[in-house]
């Protein structure tokens, strides 16, 4: 609206003044447009803003959920007739800090970003809130957002150890059981993310639900 109301005006003071000034010629007119076109497209295109905020959300979570992971397989490791001796060395030795870092660029990197996008998307193409939109939004969100997030974060796992060979049996042995996971735990937290919480908050309100799911995918790809 404020640059509608900008261009009413020019348009205005346009017509006052060629009332007393000289028509200019049709090049003229030409060259204006044509310098007026190449600027707007590079306003347009430097619009984009990397989202932060959502990235470090994102970042953080993975590496909350890659960490409560960790632990949790370092108790289960744990010799049961030493509680009381080796909590402490439990919860705080022996931490793998690039798997805790691969997670953490994931999040920051990839998952933050891109959701972010997608769910910028589903608003642009379905900007009402109707049950039909919202089911629509949970449904694309499960058979695209969900396969691909698993398909990037097994991936990227695989490419920081160096062993791409091995995607292919990865995505055999543990990929479609991770997305059945994900339906019965995702579905329902879809549908409070797209009905309840606003866009900005979005990204958030998935990363901390993603603290569960990202300590379900640390267990799998440390499998």
């Known amino acids: 609206m404020g640059s509608l ?23 003229d007119q030409q060259r204006r447009s044509k310098s007026s076109g190449s600027t707007g497209g590079t306003s347009s295109s430097a619009t984009y803003r990397f989202p932060i905020n959502q990235a470090v959300a994102a970042g953080g979570l993975a590496l909350t959920g890659d960490t409560i992971a960790q632990v949790n ?7 049961s007739g ?15 800090w690039l798997r805790s870092l691969r997670m953490l660029s994931y999040g920051f990197l990839l998952y933050g970003p891109g959701s972010y996008a ?11 809130q109707t049950a039909k939109n919202l089911l629509l ?24 150890l160096g062993k791409l060979k091995e995607l292919p049996k990865k995505y055999q042995n543990d990929a479609l059981p991770t997305l059945l996971l994900g339906f ?10 797209f009905w309840v919480v606003p866009l900005p908050a979005r990204v958030a309100f998935m990363s901390t639900g993603s603290i569960f799911w990202n300590f379900c995918l640390s267990s799998t790809m440390s499998k």
């Open 73 to 79: 397989q370092r108790w289960r490791k744990r010799e």
């Open 118 to 128: 997608w769910y910028q998307l589903l608003d642009r193409v379905m900007p009402q």
């Open 5 to 27: 109301g900008g261009g009413m005006g020019r348009l205005f003071w346009w017509n006052g003044l060629s009332r007393r000034a000289p028509r200019r010629s049709d090049s």
């Open 82 to 96: 030493n509680v009381d001796k080796d909590v402490a060395q439990t919860l705080l030795s022996d931490h793998d």
């Open 184 to 193: 019965r735990f995702w579905i329902p937290v879809s549908i409070l993310n």
């Open 137 to 160: 939004k949970v449904f694309l969100n499960q058979v695209v957002l969900g396969p691909s997030v698993i398909a990037v974060v097994f991936a990227w796992n695989n490419l920081w």
